[in-house]
């Protein structure tokens, strides 16, 4: 029982962490035009681009 959950939050983290990864690798990739689409400037984008994935 303790292993089962023990593996679940383990795979729930380690899937956060992807996804913070790749989210911040696409948006140190998009144009300013489509930065400004969803409110950011590129400052700000390379500034959360720069974060490691375990931080939120």
Known sequence: MF?????DT??????????RSVGRHVLSLLEPRLLR??????ASA??????PF???
């Open 37 to 42: 689409d969803i409110g950011l400037d590129r």
């Open 46 to 51: 390379a500034q959360e681009a720069a974060k």
């Open 3 to 7: 292993a089962t959950r023990l593996a």
């Open 10 to 19: 383990v795979a729930a983290r380690l899937a956060l962490w992807h996804e």
């Open 54 to 56: 375990w931080r939120p």
